[in-house]
């Protein structure tokens, strides 16, 4: 989860910068790099459900 | 449209003597302006002459007050200060034109590196405010440790930056004509692909040492190195309580050594993103003005990855996931944190000119006052938000909304308008409210002073508004990042200015947050970031730092009845 998350990072990124090299259209650069942006948020939230999926509020140690 | 005539008669039926007044009013107005007039009219029989060119004679002829007229003592102020106080270079020659010239420019240059010193320390003075806040939405039991975060991350953080992280960020920013040039700093990497020229760091003034013994390079370190220990005490308030000292320490070097220096090069050092305007036609390139995207989001994103990592503290949450609130103990010590840092602000965005003469520096002025009512008015929009949602004004929330609307105005604040600075720190001031709820119910993400949300959250807006609100009428000696013309966002025109400040948020969530994440996660690998559960339970301070910071205090240990003396 938390590579995926990741890469989902890095992946947005890439989407956003690939806008300023595939068209000169502004329009188009601006939704490419909406969602560009919006994958980079969706690789955030993947990294942090790695992490709570074994969060210290879940275990049974009484550490809650 | 109503007529003059018309006006005239209408004020006429109303008040006759105001009539007759403004009658006598505009015939001597007439009588005065019409020979004005003709005076200003350029004379056809009389050719227009060059204004004579000052000579160095002119200059000797200029009178100086006398060492006796001096000796009486000047308390108008009238003589102090005079031809005879400009240096000349050769004192047989007497005072000539050029020393006159020299002593102009030394002035501007001299103008702009107190300016800039002197607001650069009132960004250091930020660190006590960032230490108040954090400290006071802590628990008692952490004050010292929670407080020596915040001030060895000082002492870290600039020594990693003196060190490469300078270097790194502006070692090839040469250029920076209002601190007269810093032409030691003149070499950029860059990688050649699809046809552009991509800057990634800068490769002068390691260490400050062979031609960054500059003293233009020496007041640009100091001004760069307070806005990096900002972005580095961010993270101190999101992993506290619970983080280990030794890990805080790497942590904070590595960021003042490597990501934080890297997107600083980017965005101010001449790096990719600020050529993105010039390279790619995006406006004028990634701007962040005093840095919602260099300090504040860079600051942000290191502290959600360090949350997430370090964990949530124990008791934060319940096993069904609700959250738990686990109050500060001070809440003097936050809102004095707070005022303490809106007043260095003034310093962190009106300084970022780096210079008050010249090239346009005179918007310091605009720039502090746009300052100003942002954070008011994130407070406003925090506060409006509680007590509409939670029935009382909440003191915490109302403090991060100020901090919020002076994080989202830093990127804008010399490119906007005072209408839209309200907006941008209103919104903020909202802003900051949904996302801390969000990271804390939605995402479990514990962070006890709201850190990712006031600056990561509200620094990615700040970034954004500025594509946005930007108006165009600033003019920083006529260019911004190498494009000729004012910074426009996309409701004064310019689409293009949006899409290079969506790509710096991209590069900021997409690249920093996961540099700084792969590099924490490191440290928990090798040294482990978070403290024993019965440190923890105990309290840092004994634990960690072998000190409490109230010694006075008897400390029970939550949820067991049990002084920690027992």
């Keep these: ?64 | 449209m109503i007529s003059p005539n018309r006006l005239l008669f209408r004020a006429g039926r109303r008040t006759p003597s105001r009539t007759l007044y403004a009658a006598v009013v505009l015939a001597s107005m007439i009588s005065f302006a019409v020979p004005i007039r003709a005076a200003d009219a350029p004379s056809e029989s009389v050719p227009e002459e060059a204004p004579a060119a000052i000579t160095t004679a002119d200059i000797k002829g200029v009178s100086t007050p006398s060492t006796d007229d001096l000796a009486k003592g000047d308390p108008g102020g009238a003589l102090t200060g005079s031809a005879a106080d400009i240096v000349m270079a050769d004192a047989k020659k007497g005072l000539t034109l050029v020393d006159v010239v020299n002593q102009v420019g030394q002035n501007r240059i001299a103008i702009n590196f107190v300016w800039t010193l002197i607001t650069g320390y009132l960004v250091m003075f930020m660190q006590a405010g960032f230490a108040l806040v954090e400290t006071g939405l802590c628990r008692a039991k952490n004050a010292n440790h929670t407080m020596m975060m915040n001030f060895m991350v000082y002492g870290f953080g600039m020594f990693a930056y003196w060190v490469m992280g300078f270097a790194i960020q502006q070692g090839g920013s040469a250029g920076v004509t209002n601190l007269g040039g810093l032409n030691p700093l003149n070499n950029e990497f860059k990688l050649s692909l699809f046809g552009v020229d991509w800057g990634l760091f800068g490769t002068k003034g390691f260490f400050l040492s062979d031609t960054g013994y500059d003293v233009g390079v020496m007041v640009m370190f100091l001004f760069q190195m307070v806005f990096m220990d900002t972005a580095a005490t961010i993270v101190t308030g999101a992993a506290a309580e619970r983080w280990k000292f030794a890990a805080f320490a790497m942590s904070s070097m590595c960021l003042a050594a490597i990501w934080y220096p890297l997107f600083g090069n980017w965005a101010w050092g001449g790096g990719w993103l600020s050529q993105l305007g010039a390279n790619f036609k995006l406006g004028h390139g990634y701007c962040d003005f005093a840095g919602s995207g260099v300090v504040h989001a860079v600051g942000g994103m290191s502290a959600f990855a360090v949350a997430m990592i370090v964990g949530p503290r124990i008791g934060k949450y319940n096993r069904d996931g609700s959250p738990n609130a686990l109050p500060g103990h001070d809440i003097t010590m936050v809102l004095l944190g707070c005022f303490i840092l809106a007043f260095g602000w003034f310093g962190f965005n009106p300084g970022s000119t780096l210079g008050a003469s010249g090239a346009g520096n005179l918007r310091i002025g605009s720039i502090a006052v746009n300052t100003m009512l942002a954070g008011a008015t994130g407070s406003f929009g925090a506060l409006l938000y509680m007590w509409i949602r939670f029935g009382k004004p909440d003191a915490s929330m109302s403090g991060n909304g100020l901090l919020a609307g002076l994080v989202a105005i830093t990127a804008p604040s010399g490119f906007v308008n005072p209408v839209g600075s309200v907006i941008i720190g209103f919104v903020a001031g909202f802003l900051v409210c949904l996302s801390v709820e969000f990271i804390e119910r939605v995402m479990k993400v514990d962070d006890p002073v709201g850190a990712t949300s006031v600056h990561g959250t509200c620094g990615l807006w700040g970034v954004l508004s500025l594509g946005l609100f930007a108006d165009g009428t600033s003019n920083y000696g006529g260019s911004w990042n190498g494009v000729n013309g004012s910074v426009t966002g996309l409701f004064y025109g310019d689409p293009g200015q949006f899409v290079a400040q969506l790509i710096g948020c991209a590069t900021l969530v997409g690249i920093i947050f996961t540099i700084a994440y792969v590099f924490n996660a490191l440290v928990e690998f090798f040294v482990g970031q978070r403290v024993s559960a019965e440190a923890e339970l105990e309290g840092l301070d004994l634990p960690e730092m072998g000190a409490v910071g109230y010694p006075e205090f008897q400390l029970v240990l939550p949820g067991t009845g049990h002084s920690m003396e027992a």
Aim: charged share 10%; aromatic share 4%; no cysteine.
């Design chain 1, 1 to 64: 989860m938390k590579i995926m998350g990741l890469i989902l990072l890095i992946g947005g990124w890439l989407i956003a910068v690939a806008g300023l090299l595939i068209t000169d259209a502004t329009g188009m650069r601006m939704i490419m790099a909406l969602v560009g942006f919006g994958t980079t948020i969706a690789g955030l939230m993947t990294v942090n459900k790695g992490h709570t999926a074994h969060a210290i509020w879940k275990g049974r140690g009484g550490l809650a």
